[in-house]
């Protein structure tokens, strides 16, 4: 037999070995982790030299110009909402002037022996009379008593209380004979 002409030696055979095999393995990581370093390598260089070259230009008029219009626009909401504020005062004091001067007129009517409703410009002697209503006699108004519950009341919620809350049937057999 005739041996090659310029034998490899054996530890040379075993290191190609261990690098086929990782690149066997590992072969696509490797790749797409070289393209990455290369895109690294060619674009970082280039953002550096843009960022040192070209300091941010920080102009103190443009900020000066930037601060006094946000001020003005803080000035202007200020001065709507103090508008808004003196005329829900204005309302306000007009509501408890008006509930003031009934309270007067009724306590005057009281004194006199008269029904409130008189002094308050409503005739007593137009209320209808308990009876058949019809569908044309105006609706009643809206009287300014306390809900008995609040607007958010849901019966099915639980939170009502009280002693007609629903409780499910007793688990297990029925013990009737």
């Given at each position: 037999m005739a041996e090659p002409p310029f034998p490899k030696p054996v530890a040379e055979n075993v290191a190609v070995a261990a690098v086929w095999s990782v690149f066997a393995d590992y072969g696509w990581f490797i790749l797409f982790?070289?393209?990455?370093?290369?895109?690294l390598v060619q674009n970082l260089p280039r953002k550096i030299r843009e960022r040192s070259s070209h300091p941010p230009a920080y102009e103190p008029e443009a900020i000066v110009r930037r601060e006094e219009g946000m001020m003005a626009a803080r000035r202007r909401m200020q001065e709507e909402i103090d508008a808004q504020a003196a005329v829900f005062r204005e309302k306000q004091r007009e509501r408890e002037e008006e509930k003031r001067r009934q309270k007067i007129a009724k306590w005057e009517s009281m004194k006199e022996g008269k029904s409130y409703?008189?002094?308050?410009?409503?005739?007593?002697?137009?209320?209808?009379?308990?009876?058949?209503s019809t569908s044309a006699a105006a609706p009643k108004p809206k009287s300014e008593k306390k809900p008995l519950r609040s607007g958010g009341y849901n019966?099915?919620?639980?939170?009502?209380?009280?002693?007609?809350?629903?409780?499910?049937?007793?688990?297990?057999?029925?013990?009737?004979?």
């Open positions: 982790g070289l393209i990455v370093i290369y895109i409703k008189a002094a308050l410009g409503q005739n007593p002697a137009e209320e209808p009379e308990p009876g058949p019966p099915l919620s639980g939170d009502g209380g009280g002693s007609c809350a629903w409780r499910p049937g007793r688990r297990g057999p029925s013990s009737g004979g």
